[in-house]
């Protein structure tokens, strides 16, 4: 059946390229295809609530360099509780059906991480006309080469790790970055090979703590009177357990992770007697304009995910392979988390170029 009215959505934290996306599905939707298309406020927070408002061309007009999402998003919102480990029906779920019918919805777009994505793929067993797009700063979906929102962040990790670079040798210290990507290692392996990361901690190759002193001390044995350390916000040492910042009880995903970054500040000072000092990067690296990559990422992305609805391919996210854009189910997509493997050709490259994992 033609599509009529397509919804889209954007859950999660926000990212880079959400805008672009958006933009390009209204419009390839509109111009191709005579769809109408409705913009769902607050990601699934708007499904459930109803709250949703006609986009055209017009109103996608300019956002394509804009940081944030037009839609608002929502990392709590859930039309499922979570039980076991498993989405299960609720009232919302009933509240969520009902506007995509009150609506008229032939097809929705949820553009999302994991959270939003996994929701999406049960959803599809009820309702069966859902489309994915993945995007999220921490590049840890798995069936996809790269996420939108990606190198923006690593982007702005570099440009940090440049600056934190002079200040760290003016005054002889060491510099610790810490950054964002959950349990996957992926902005600190990539942020820090493009911006020069001395010692590079991530969640995926446990460190020993003597093994990261012992990389400073080498490098001062060596002349260098200053290093910089990136360590991923979800890097732990061997046999220890995350860092939890904070946990937010009505979110899906509850577990805020930070403050290894200190940490290991406080253990390199007192093990090697060099002056640390610690910079958290935050939510700094999902702000700002998409970078020309992740435009182009995300606008072939929406393009892609129109094309596949109107040819009937629900239950699909689609994927980047090489330079192609491909459907892949949902459920696939969803049921692990991409993360970096020791044996990775960018971490034996990190080492080739000196850098310690602490390993
Ligand atoms: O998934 C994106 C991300 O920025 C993670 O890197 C980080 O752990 C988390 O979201 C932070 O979530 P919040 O915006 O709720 O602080």
Known sequence: MPIKRAGVLTGGGDCPGLNAAVRAITRKGILDYSWEVIGIQDGYEG??????????????????????????????????????????????????????????????FCIGGDGTLTIAAKLAELWPNVIGLPKTIDNDLRCTDQTFGF??????VTDALDRLHTTADAHHRVMVVEVMGRYAGWIALEGGLAGGGDVILIPEMP???????????????RGKRS????VSEGAHAAGEKHVVDSV?????????????????????????????RVAVLGHMQRGGSPSFYDRVLATGCGTRAAELAAEGMFGNMVALR????????LGEATCSLKLVTPDHRLVTTAKAVGASFGI
């Open 227 to 230: 290093s910089i350390v990136v």
């Open 248 to 276: 937010v009880s009505d979110s899906p995903d509850p577990i805020r992770l930070g403050g290894i970054g200190k940490h290991v500040a406080t253990f390199i000072e007192e093990g090697t007697g060099h002056e640390s």
């Open 151 to 156: 190198d923006t962040a690593c982007a702005f």
């Open 322 to 329: 090489g330079k192609d854009l491909v459907p892949v189910p």
């Open 47 to 108: 499904l459930i609530e109803g709250q949703a408002r006609p986009l055209t061309s017009d109103d996608v007009a300019n956002i394509l360099p804009r940081g944030g999402t037009i839609l608002g998003t929502s990392n709590k919102a859930s039309p499922f509780d979570l039980r076991d480990g498993k989405e299960v029906e609720t009232e919302r779920t009933k509240k969520a059906l009902a506007n995509i019918d009150r609506w008229g919805l032939d097809a929705l």
């Open 207 to 221: 460190f020993s703590r003597q093994k990261v002193i012992s990389a400073i001390e080498e490098r001062s044995a």
